[in-house]
């Protein structure tokens, strides 16, 4: 599996290889779930939350992100759908 910084900002997919925002993952990867979400990178919070595979972790970004947006997204396959994140074994990253 590839690093969380990795995962938290994939772009895309390359054959076998996540495709990484470099710049990103310099200026926010070592923030928290919580502290990307307050910074307004709420794809990659929830990328965090959904790395870290806690459920305590995905239901607080879900309650920061329905009060932020005012929608009332109840699962995390709903959340999964809204920014295409999905947690699959990728061994390499491309950084760009």
Do not use: C, P
Not at 62 to 68: C, E, I, K, P
């Amino acid at each position: 599996m590839i690093s969380r910084e990795d995962f938290i900002f994939a772009i895309g997919f390359d054959g076998d290889q996540a495709v990484v925002d470099g710049r990103a993952k310099r200026e926010f990867g070592k923030l928290s779930t919580r502290q990307l979400a307050e910074a307004g990178q709420w794809r990659a919070a929830f990328a965090s939350a959904l790395y870290s595979g806690k459920d305590e972790e995905i239901e607080e970004f879900r309650t920061l992100f329905n009060r932020a947006s005012g929608a009332d997204y109840r699962t995390v396959e709903e959340l999964k759908r809204l920014f295409g994140v999905q947690k699959e074994e990728i061994g390499k990253a491309l950084v760009l």
